[in-house]
């Protein structure tokens, strides 16, 4: 595949060039037939520039999901050109590659300069002069000078006024005798840009370019039925607070397969290392705002109330399985088995409740915690008493039971040291009154 440079002469010979998988050239309505020749068209659009540094073309490159096979992805570009570029009035030239399977992306290059209805080519800008009537100046372009001039606008040019230079119409310079220093009349310095091209190379215009490429490609894994979505917008307009990688790009990954260490792939290495480390910060600073939130009184209150819920659900276990002992015939195992089930799932997440809180608490004095719960106690258990009264059918609880799942709970949150505390107040009182009545039979 050749192409021919016609300005200087030159022909570029892309036959070993790999891994084009699909091209194509868009054209809009008004745009000439012959054009659907790549060469044709951008040697006619270098033809119509005059500036040395003029642009002419603005490239796109479209990454392309590797989970769409080709025919999904060329039906892809087909309708974002046709819809985004082609429709606005652009020419659209788009070359697919895959070189290895791995990498589907797209080239597109998109024409700068609107068409007319004739298919000839629009101003980029336009000159636009200053023109001035009775003290009021204002800017027209050629097209426009010719009706105002009627009107009484004139051009300002430069005269010479002792040895300074100023812009002045011809009829006030004229009635004074002076001399024109320049043939060019005063002007805007950038012109009057044609307002298509102007929306074109806006930066409103490239983002919502952006957003189009990405609601065609989530549309598109969307009807392949893929979870994956991609976002246009940027890591902080999105309010994650993570390092965005570079693109690596085929040769990097190349060098990589070979054993070198490639820049890029280097530094995206050290990037997803400090995403690592600022993720783990984050969740290290969320759980110590968690704790700072709750105080000693409040995490003291609610893991007795997770404690109580523990010790009215393992009653209701234990009374349960009584039932299914009591059921001979075998008649409601089943249901038995479901309400065993749904208690040990229930007692799991209270018990994972209470677990969390003691991670939280560790902030505090182990021993006020311990003695601000205690008292607490005898209301909770007091109160998961009547809980147990209000679910068992006729009120009657077994007072056994109800000691039973206060020692299952305490061993199965591991507080059995906390019993033991609970109960040495008690003993201390014993021993300070038998300690007394030694002392009054000394007496």
């Known amino acids: 595949m050749a192409r021919q ?15 084009l998988v699909w091209e194509h050239v868009f054209l809009p309505r008004m745009a000439p037939a012959e054009w659907n020749d790549r060469e044709t068209l951008w040697n006619a659009v270098e033809a119509n520039e005059k ?40 020419c659209a030239d788009v070359s697919l590659h895959d070189t290895d399977g791995h990498n589907p992306h797209a080239h597109i290059l998109v024409t700068m300069r609107p068409l007319n209805g004739d298919g000839t080519w629009q101003y980029k800008t336009e000159k636009e002069y200053l023109c001035v009537r009775n003290g009021e100046e204002r800017g027209f372009t050629a097209a426009e000078f010719k009706i105002a001039k009627a009107e009484g606008w004139e051009k300002q040019y430069q005269y010479k006024i002792g040895k300074k230079k100023t812009y ?5 310079a004229e009635a004074q005798g002076l001399e024109r220093v320049s043939k060019h009349p005063k002007a805007t310095r950038y012109g009057r840009q044609n307002p298509i091209t102007a929306r074109w190379n806006s930066k409103e215009q490239v983002v919502a370019w952006r957003a189009a490429w990405a609601d065609a490609v989530n549309h598109a894994l969307e009807r392949k039925g893929v979870e994956a979505h991609v976002d246009h917008r940027s890591h902080a307009e999105r309010g994650i607070d993570e390092k965005p990688t ?103 997440r209270a018990k994972a409740k209470f677990d969390d809180l003691r991670e939280q608490a560790a902030t ?22 009547d809980r147990i009264k209000r679910n068992i059918k006729g009120g009657k609880v077994s007072i056994r039971d109800y000691w039973s799942s206060i020692a299952d709970t305490d061993s199965l ?25 030694a002392e009054e039979w000394d007496r």
Do not use: W
Not at 53 to 80: G, K, N
């Open 5 to 19: 440079y016609l300005p200087l002469g030159i022909q570029h010979d892309y036959t070993r060039k790999g891994g």
């Open 364 to 385: 505090y004095e182990r021993d006020e915690l311990t003695d601000t719960r205690l008292a607490l106690r005898q209301e909770m258990e007091s109160a998961a008493h």
């Open 413 to 437: 949150l591991g507080e059995s040291g906390m019993a033991e505390r609970r109960r040495e107040p008690r003993r201390r009182e014993e021993r300070e009154r038998r300690q007394r009545k």
């Open 51 to 90: 500036a040395k540094d003029s642009q002419l073309a603005r490239e796109f490159i479209v990454a392309l999901p590797v989970e769409l096979d080709a025919d999904v992805q060329v039906e892809l570009l087909t309708s974002f050109i046709q819809n985004v570029f082609v429709a606005d009035g652009m």
């Open 168 to 172: 002045m119409v011809p009829s006030e």
């Open 246 to 348: 570079v693109h690596e790009g085929a040769s990097a990954r190349r060098m990589e397969q070979m054993g070198f260490v490639a820049d890029r792939c280097e530094l995206n290495r050290e990037i997803r290392a400090d995403n690592a480390l600022i993720r783990e910060l984050k969740a290290l600073i969320a759980k110590l705002m968690k704790a700072v939130k709750m105080t000693l009184a409040e995490i003291a209150h609610a893991m007795e109330q997770a404690r109580q819920d523990i010790i009215v659900l393992t009653y209701g276990l234990f009374h349960n399985r009584k039932g299914r002992e009591m059921d001979v015939t075998g008649q409601f195992q089943e249901r038995y088995d479901a309400a065993d089930a749904v208690l040990t799932q229930k007692i799991d």
